[in-house]
């Protein structure tokens, strides 16, 4: 690890500490970043950042001041959205930001106060990845965010059925490959 970037008005509790220290002490350097700012060195890739906005806003949560990424190469495009939901989702749409991509990386583990329909109208994703444990107390994804993304047709790939999803983009094209071969769904909730 050579770098790490985290969201600018971030928390700075013990565990953010801790990692920022531990990379430190690895080496890597460590940039805090906001919207606007593009990040370079990602093998041809363009990063750009879309939240937080500056200035962060101290009333928001730390799940909707998350570092929220786009990146792109060639045509495709994969937006990151950690874990902001529906006030960050708002934010982003009334900034002009460009949001289309091909995949989306389901906010706040596909929880019911994110992925909002004008958010999905303004991505347009072929394919949703939701990061999430299996059985949580959560009960993360939402079955209303799953019917969100069933009603557009979009893949969904969960990390709790199918394991790691690895993407890849090459040649302008994206691939997405998962640890277990179960099939991605738009409408197995």
Do not use: C
């Amino acid at each position: 690890m050579n770098r790490l970037v985290i969201a600018e008005g971030e928390e700075q509790d013990s565990q953010r500490i801790d990692l920022i220290e531990t990379a430190k002490s690895w080496g890597a350097i460590v940039r805090k970043a906001a919207a606007g700012d593009k990040l370079e060195g990602f093998s041809g890739a363009a990063v750009e950042v879309l939240n937080p906005p500056r200035p962060v806003h101290s009333s928001w949560t730390d799940n909707d001041r998350s570092l929220v990424l786009r990146i792109r190469k060639g045509a495709s495009a994969i937006l990151f959205t950690g874990d902001a939901e529906l006030i960050a989702e708002q934010s982003m749409l009334g900034s002009g930001a460009h949001l289309e991509s091909a995949v989306l990386k389901v906010g706040h583990h596909g929880s019911r106060a994110s992925t909002s329909d004008y958010f999905l109208n303004a991505v347009k994703p072929e394919a949703a990845v939701i990061s999430v444990g299996a059985d949580t107390a959560y009960r993360h994804p939402h079955d209303e965010t799953l019917e969100r993304l069933a009603e557009r047709g979009i893949r969904v790939y969960r990390t709790d059925r199918n394991g790691a999803v690895v993407m890849k983009m090459k040649g302008g094209k994206l691939e997405i490959n998962t640890m277990k071969k179960r099939k991605a769904t738009a409408n197995d909730p």
